[in-house]
């Protein structure tokens, strides 16, 4: 643990402007990052004394080696590239606010040619524009299915939408009216997106535009007697009706707002936030966070706030038309925000969100009437997901931190491993040969840091065996690790750090894990530990788990650690290493299916899927095409002198290569192949 006055800046070093700072553990690695209205105030409390400062804080600057700065011009900027770093960076001492589940969207990607709607989850994507979150996919397909009745936009895939254009037939939607088909012409692509851009308004909370259109549109086509058109509107309005009547109203229709409540103590905190839109619920999300960082109440809202909006840019299309990029953002930061207690910064988070918006942001805690009634509601809902979330993982944490005490003490580490890397070997005998990498960090799968290795061997096919292959993969992550710590530089002081001299692409392997563990015994534990030893490595733990007898093997010693079976450091080396497994098996599966499919085509320079199935409709198969001359191959569409010349030196090498050794060394037998 370091002594934070050993990096402490001095006094007259830090500007007293606006900015954002950082601090990084030895290895480089940021491990917070705050912003400050007075850089010089803010840091200054950070290096008082350590018994003074809340434990969490402690913990932190005794963690880091080094604390660093950049000003902004203003308080609004810094609050901004707070929320980029923290994003770029995922700082361990963060607040981060994690999804319960993984919510639902339905999606409407107005950004392709022909927009699609359909069910999304996960990040967020240019160009599209999301109404939601739902509690059920089911939900989202339920209202699609009604609103195509009078919004007939394209649902299908790619693949699907491609197969249709080629045989000019539509799919089942489009015969049974629930498309417009404009895969095979029913509709322009400006028709479809006039379409599309009609489900989204609807979608935001438009209702009353369009069931007055199909009002009136039914009651002139009963006074025109076309009673079989009026009775297809009156479903259609009927469908409409039942959609609006899934969302409860709870408010004015003209209010659209997002309603946040926060029930929590001093570990953890539940949040629970509903959108309303046009008076009516349109959804619901909820995070659990745990607090390892020292905050009030009022700062987990302004993480809260920073978390949820601001993704709003990433994910709108610049060639998008700007009406429908404002309607975008309009969906996304609603003209109130409701929260239970104001963020510190409130001027800057209102200056932000009215720029994102380009409208007034109103941040406020309701005090009285239907909006302090819907506040108390969300309450009582994060109150039910912080309870069964304490249910569910009861003493999640307090386990988390048994195991790496565990592991440290059997192994008699000088620190509990918090960054622990696994890695496995798997193949089918010998063939395609992959290994993975997987990172644990506090006990938890960091997956953005997982790793695959494609094992080479000394001649390029593959190493001999496992331990080889193992040995191999050790030395090529600490290569890594070495040339990425030279050239991101020691930590050697503190100080501003400006945009030039910030990496573009964050160096993810310039620190070393605490703990190597492999997936093996002795021999692979031995070949490791030769690959550390050769690259004079000395600060990494290494241990294996032997599958058998679940043994804990460390290097030079003949006997193996033995935890107990019901020990929560066994439990944790046995997910990380059955993760590890997985992970390699996927990586091996999928080269060994690309491997399956591949052609001796793939390896010519400048031939591509076109030109390859170019070549094979000409000559209707490899074989043929093997005895084929350079001009012949020069004639089919799309090849010149020089592609086709290499096409044909690659079939040759490749038939020189197949012979046997006795064929390979008698004269003519490539030709003659």
Not at 272 to 300: C, N, P
Not at 405 to 415: C, K, P, R
Request: aromatic share 6%; glycine share 8%.
């Amino acid at each position: 643990m370091a002594d934070p006055a050993t990096y402490r800046p001095r006094a007259g070093e830090i500007p007293t402007s606006p900015g954002v700072y950082r601090f990084r553990d030895p290895h480089g690695r940021v491990i917070y990052v705050g912003k400050a209205k007075n850089l010089r105030q803010r840091l200054s409390n950070y290096f008082q004394d350590v018994a003074n400062l809340h434990h969490r804080t402690q913990r932190m600057v005794t963690t880091a080696a080094s604390v660093e700065w950049t000003v902004v011009g203003t308080e609004v900027e810094a609050l901004a590239l707070e929320y980029s770093w923290i994003k770029e960076y995922d700082p361990r001492f963060n607040v981060k606010y994690r999804d319960d589940k993984s919510y639902p969207y339905l999606a409407v990607t107005m950004g392709e040619e022909i927009p699609r709607a359909q069910v999304m989850r996960g990040t967020k994507r240019r160009g599209t524009r999301y109404f939601g979150p739902y509690g059920h996919a089911w939900a989202i397909r339920e209202t699609l299915d009604l609103l195509l009745r009078v919004f007939p936009v394209r649902t299908c895939s790619a693949g699907v939408y491609r197969r249709a254009q080629q045989s000019g037939r539509p799919c089942l939607l489009g015969y049974i009216d629930k498309c417009s088909a404009p895969c095979v012409g029913r509709v322009s692509p400006e028709e479809h997106r006039d379409l599309a851009s009609d489900l989204c308004d609807f979608m935001a909370g438009d209702t009353g535009r369009f069931v007055r259109r199909l009002e009136k549109e039914m009651t002139d086509a009963a006074a025109a007697m076309e009673y079989e058109r009026a009775a297809q509107l009156r479903d259609d309005l009927a469908a409409l009706r039942r959609v609006t009547e899934k969302n409860a109203v709870v408010l004015s229709d003209a209010t659209d707002a997002d309603v946040f409540a926060l029930v929590g103590d001093e570990l953890e905190a539940a949040v629970q936030v509903f959108h309303v839109r046009g008076g009516r619920i349109r959804g619901q999300r909820g995070w659990v966070v745990e607090k390892v960082e020292d905050v009030t109440d009022a700062e987990l809202v302004e993480h809260l706030l920073q978390q949820v909006y601001g993704a709003v840019d990433e994910v709108q299309d610049p060639t998008l038309a700007p009406e429908q990029s404002r309607a975008a953002t309009r969906d996304a930061v609603p003209r109130e925000v409701l929260v239970p207690v104001l963020p510190p910064d409130l001027a800057e988070v209102t200056t932000w969100l009215s720029g994102l918006r380009g409208a007034r942001v109103d941040v406020r805690v309701p005090q009285r009437g239907d909006k302090r009634e819907l506040a108390e509601t969300v309450r009582t809902n994060a109150e039910q997901a912080l309870a069964l979330h304490r249910t569910r993982r009861a003493g999640d944490l307090t386990t988390r931190s048994q195991a790496l005490a565990e592991l440290q003490d059997a192994l008699g580490l000088d620190e509990a491993p918090l960054r622990i890397e696994c890695y496995d070997v798997s193949h089918t005998q010998g063939s395609y040969q992959s290994a993975s990498m997987v990172v644990f960090e506090d006990g938890l799968p960091r997956k953005s840091e997982y790793r695959t290795f494609s094992v080479r061997g000394p001649a390029g096919d593959g190493a001999a065996d496992d331990t080889a292959a193992m040995h191999e993969v050790i030395t090529r992550r600490f290569k890594r690790y070495l040339s990425d710590r030279h050239a991101s530089g020691e930590v050697d002081g503190s100080g501003p750090v400006g945009a030039e001299t910030e990496p573009e692409e964050r160096r993810r392997f310039a620190y070393p894990p605490n703990l190597v563990v492999v997936d093996g015994g002795p021999p692979q534990v031995a070949a490791a530990a030769r690959a550390l030893e050769e690259l004079g490595v000395t600060d990494v733990a290494l241990c294996g788990l032997a599958k058998r007898l679940e043994e804990v093997w460390v290097p030079h010693d003949d006997y193996p650690v033995i935890l107990e079976r019901a020990s929560q450091g066994l439990y944790l080396l046995q997910r990380v290493r059955d993760e590890a497994h997985r992970f390699a098996i996927a990586q091996h599966r999928k080269r060994r299916s690309k491997g399956m499919v591949s052609s001796v085509l793939d390896e010519v320079p400048g031939l591509g899927p076109a030109r390859q199935r170019a070549l094979l409709d000409a000559f209707g198969s490899v074989k043929r095409l093997r005895a084929a001359t350079v001009d012949e191959v020069a004639r089919v569409k799309g090849m010149g002198p020089a592609t086709a010349q290499a096409v044909v030196d690659a079939l040759a090498g490749a038939t020189a290569s197949a012979a046997t050794p006795a064929e390979a060394e008698a004269p003519g037998a490539g030709a003659a192949s």
